[in-house]
């Protein structure tokens, strides 16, 4: 008989698993409950966005675009409309840009707090994810008055934003970021104090500077290492040079860093909002908001990099075009594909209910990740 | 035994049923009142507990079957019935049979014990707090074995979290324990409760609430809250140690569960909060001057809403931290038990000793 | 030493009062069969095909990203199993012979009932 | 600013990517060599690699390597070309970590081998999947998803 070692059990959490936030599958070995190694196997949610984009002209594919990250559609949506009007070679209207950062922001906010609620359901307390909620529902209702879908919005077009915001839309905004500090505040006294939350959270998957630089992490995961390193910042995009904002900034790196760093950079967005809001609502004869392209007539040429800092990181929309309808490739650079990879290396040597506490706080996002 | 006691002799007597008889159908009656009553309260607690959740996060809760929800539960129960029984390739046919009853059966058991009322006690025995204890340490075998035998490594991990965590909360809760039998006198549960009748200022709470909470805190690690509900954490082990079971055996766990919680707050009443007796010691029976056995039905009644509004009460609170809390580590609850809440009732029993003292003295 | 004991315990006390008044404020639920939320007209929902304002142009498929959901032949076919609803379709027909309608409960028994299909081969015309 | 790297490794191309972004084509030899020295040298300290993509350019791959310097601000591009048949070249996994599955992800969907890789296998796809879909001679083999109406 060939003896078994019995001390090592391996494991598979997930693709279905409630706290894998999606369909990653994770291989993990463990020693009682000690994790020794952790082997993620992603591609359960592979769509084939890059070889779809062969198949389909330049506008045929903006509607897809928004599937690739569903929490923060405007994101993708931006980076990849942003690639071709570089390569175009074409400058928005400045309202559209206003109204761009608008409801990036807005869908910041939505994506880190349904990832607030996540997280915390992931530890156990189910009160934050109705709360966390409730404030996302808002945001969605709006969204989906301006867009026509709450998730999927396939607003921005080619030249600027398919429709202007009604000013009843924007009031309802303003009333959502004025209230909204006060559900932060809310969140805050719930969670951030707590001791069984800091007990779960503080001194596990402790990611350093060298580490996160190493594997390419960005967003507010780096940022809870230390780095003030944001691209709204470091090389402003759209308006963010004529905002005023912070990049909250954490030392430690490990998991409560990175839940205080997306609480604060909620704060922020909401701070970007009212300062776009501002500038919405005083100038209201400003009307152009679109360019007004033939959609059919973009064939554009070259090789471009667009950026844009998504509610998980540098996301990069790579479009190598060779002047016909279709582009030739298109290589998406998605922050949660690097933040995935880090997993066996911040989470080894913790135990089996730590796992959860570390992925959760990188928030990790499947389709991102499989693309 | 009781008014109701003599009353039921009487009755048998008349109908001339042998002594032995009357006794052994005396407490299958008694069992077959609490084991009918407990499948109610525990149906009702489950649709409770949602309603409850929902209130807190700002939702309707269950609001389709019956009105407003309230069959909500039976609907549930009788789909369950109907759930195919799953026997997993892997399991130990044996345990995998045995484990539900082991969970399921010693809870239904130490419902005897519990002092409803003063005639409402199906078992009352000599030494009912250690006997309670000794078969609420059952369960957690039960756990194990379900673990084990479903050849699961999920529910494997959930079975041996159970054991562990059994073993460090029972010893804080035994020394809890020691205290109040110092301080009442008695290992009997009625006579327990009869050392705290008058006004609320002579609850065991009062000398010992530091015991109070140490005790709270364990039993939320016996029932298997959250903060402290390690062995089906879903978040990393989907379901633990129940997650192979289907159909009834998974009904039994799943009743067991809040069976146990609400046994275990009936236990905490009885034990700190008085039991049946009412706050202010006044019986509306005692004020109404009724007639001798109207009075006494009239009294038990009253006894037995006294202990349910102070169990409810006590649900209240436990359910209310599972609606504000998130779910610590298993290796840091295991600390906060033998490192604080073990030196912690030692400090409760020597507190408890010095006033057992002087109260002896004066 | 104290004080680390008793943050804590504040803290904790904290989230019961959170979850306490949240528990006070009024349901957000929204009962959807018997209630529904209103839309409004940029909603896109089942797209509504006008024959008549139709001039075959075949914009609307060259939009399409799902690129079987439309289809133009004899007859003009939207296959709602495999649209997106993306609205691409009604924003750039040149005539608004496609309009979208509020209606989002699409759920059927019958395939058939999910594919529009409208003639529009005018014969002698 | 890239003059010393013009000097050490041999550029056979140089282009610009828009927006403003300088590529350097090097032969795939050199691959190793230069993301090393870009990684290290004072003058660049490429600290980051952004991400890896390939392209199939009908007669060759195009392997770009995209890297950014948190130090000074910039971003550079790294390009390499490879035969068709049989590609394959070094890979950068050792030099900095996330290029792990950006190539695994390459070597999923182009089919090029990557040469000292620590773990190279299919990442996105299964492992029971045939060919390398984002070649453009790739064929799908079920009849029902090809985009073929037209």
Known sequence: MNSVNTNIMEINIGPQHPSTHGVLRLKVTLEGEKILNIEPVIGYLHRGMEKMAENRNYIQYLPVVDRIDYLSGFFCSYAYVNAVELLMNIEIPIKAKYIRTLTMEMNRIMSHLLWLGCYLLDLGATSPLFYAFIEREKLMDILEDLTGARMMYNYYTFGGVKKDIPVDILKRIYDFAKHFPSSVKEYEDLISDNPIFTSRTMKTGILAKETAEQFSITGANLRASGAAKDLRKDSPYLIYNLLDFNIPVKQTGDSYCRYITRINEMKESNKIILQCLDRLLTDENDNEINLKLNPLSIKPEGEVISEVESSRGLMQCIISADGSSNPLRIKWRTPSFYAAQLLNTIAKNHLLPDLMAVFGSLDIIMPEVDR | ?362 | MIMSFLNPLKALLKGLAVVLKNALKPDVTLEYPEKKKPLNENFRGRIKYIKENCIKCGLCKKVCPVKTAIMIGDDFVIDYTKCIFCGSCTEFCPKNALIRTKEYELASKDKNNLIMKENINYGNN | MFEDLKEKFDIIKEDIMVPDIKRFYVSAKNITGVLNFLKLSPSYFFNRLDCIYAKDIKTEFEITYILHSDNYQNKAAICTKLEYDNARTESVSGIYKNANWDEREIYDLFGITFINHPDLKRILLPDSFKGHPLRKNYKMEDERLRWNYE
């Not at chain 2, 295991?334 to 002087?358: A, T």
Request: with cysteine; glycine share 6%; proline share 5%.
């Open chain 2, 1 to 362: 035994m009781g008014l109701f006691y003599v009353i039921y002799l009487d009755f048998m007597r008349q109908i001339n049923i042998p002594d032995w008889l009357i006794i052994i159908l005396w407490h299958i009656i008694n069992f077959c009142f609490a084991a009918v009553l407990l499948i109610f309260i525990v149906l009702f607690l489950v649709l409770f507990e949602r309603k409850y959740l929902a209130f807190f996060t700002r939702r309707k809760g269950p609001n389709r079957v019956g009105l407003n929800g309230c069959l909500q539960t039976a609907a549930d129960g009788l789909k369950i019935l109907f759930k195919e029984n799953i026997l997993p390739s892997g399991a130990d046919k044996f345990l995998y049979f045995c484990a539900p009853l082991l969970v399921f059966s010693p809870i239904m058991a130490v419902y005897c014990l519990i002092p409803f009322a003063e005639d409402l006690t199906a078992y009352n025995s000599c030494c009912g707090v250690l006997l309670f204890m000794a078969i609420l340490s059952l369960p957690p075998l039960g756990v194990l074995f379900a673990g084990y035998s479903s050849g699961n490594k999920y529910s494997l991990i959930g079975g041996i979290r159970s054991c562990v965590q059994s073993i460090s909360s029972e010893i804080p809760v035994f020394i809890v324990l020691a205290g109040i039998v110092l301080l009442t006198g008695s290992m009997n549960l009625n006579e327990i409760t009869k050392a705290q009748s008058g006004i609320f200022l002579n609850w065991n709470i009062f000398p010992s609430i530091l015991g109070f909470i140490i005790f709270l805190i364990c039993s939320l690690i016996i029932m298997n809250r959250i903060p402290f509900d390690f062995p089906e954490a879903e978040s990393e082990l989907t379901a633990g140690y129940n997650s192979e079971y289907s159909g009834m055996k998974f009904a039994m766990f799943f009743l067991g569960e809040y069976a146990l919680t609400f046994i275990f707050s009936a236990f905490i009443a009885v034990l700190f909060l008085g039991g049946y007796n009412p706050p202010f010691g006044v019986y509306a029976a005692d004020l109404l001057n009724l007639p001798l056995i109207s009075g006494a039905i009239v009294k038990n009644i009253e006894q037995f809403f006294w202990l349910m509004i102070k169990t409810y009460i006590l649900i209240l609170i436990i359910m209310w931290f599972r609606a504000a809390y998130p779910r610590l580590r298993q290796s840091d609850a295991i600390e906060f038990c033998w490192y604080i809440l073990i030196p912690l009732s030692v400090f409760n029993l020597f507190i408890l000793c010095i006033i057992q003292f002087i109260r002896g003295c004066l």
